[in-house]
């Protein structure tokens, strides 16, 4: 297995983006690397294998990438975890707080059944109010959320004291 020092060589690190200030985190090298592509899903999936989820649900749009595979690796369903306004069927919305503003997230309303259990992957843990919605979202249609998974966690952003009530399973940390 590539150790998550050596995984970084993958992850390129774009300044500036999508503003000042933020570097941006970008999987695309990593992900167009089959062998190291491969082996990341093995990663994400490894916490869940032992006691898998029902369901994975993912968060638009880059944790569909890693979530659709993990899914599949895990022998669990998928469930897409979507901006607002874009699924067609009755849906169930949470908000949550940004640097200026809020942002909601939305799921069709009969994705999960009451005690279906639920892993929520994500692609990058930044300040964790995305991955803390997904959590709120599920458990508002009565999902056992098993755990976070996300690929990059962002540690100096203190993502993770939002996610203090769930297991939260990063594999590469800044
Ligand atoms: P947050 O809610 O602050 O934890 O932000 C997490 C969401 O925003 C994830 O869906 C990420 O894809 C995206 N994101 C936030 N910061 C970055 C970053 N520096 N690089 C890449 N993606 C990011």
Same mark, same amino acid.
Do not use: N
């Given at each position: 297995m590539t150790s998550p020092e050596d995984l970084k060589k993958y992850v390129?690190? @774009?300044p500036d983006y999508p503003q000042k200030g933020i570097i941006f985190r970008d999987i695309t090298p990593l !992900? *167009?690397?089959k062998t190291i592509f491969r082996e990341v899903v093995e990663l994400m999936s490894r916490a869940w294998s032992a006691n898998p989820p029902d !369901? @994975? =649900?993912a968060i638009e749009a880059r944790g569909f990438i890693p979530g659709a595979a993990i899914a599949v690796k895990l *022998? =669990?369903?998928f469930v897409p975890i979507r901006k607002t306004g874009k699924l067609p069927w009755m849906t169930v919305m949470e908000s949550y707080e940004l640097e200026y503003g809020t942002d909601q997230l939305e799921v069709? /309303?009969?994705a999960v059944q009451p005690g279906q259990k639920v892993l929520i992957v994500d692609d990058v843990l930044a300040t964790g109010g995305t991955a803390s919605a997904a959590v709120r979202l599920m458990r508002k249609l009565g999902a056992d959320v098993v755990g976070v998974q996300v690929l990059i966690e962002l540690g100096y952003l203190e993502g993770r004291q939002r996610l203090q009530? @769930?297991?939260l @399973? /990063?594999?590469i940390v800044y």
């Open positions: 390129r690190d @774009v !992900l *167009g690397e !369901l @994975v =649900a *022998g =669990a369903g069709h /309303s009969d009530d @769930v297991k @399973v /990063s594999e």
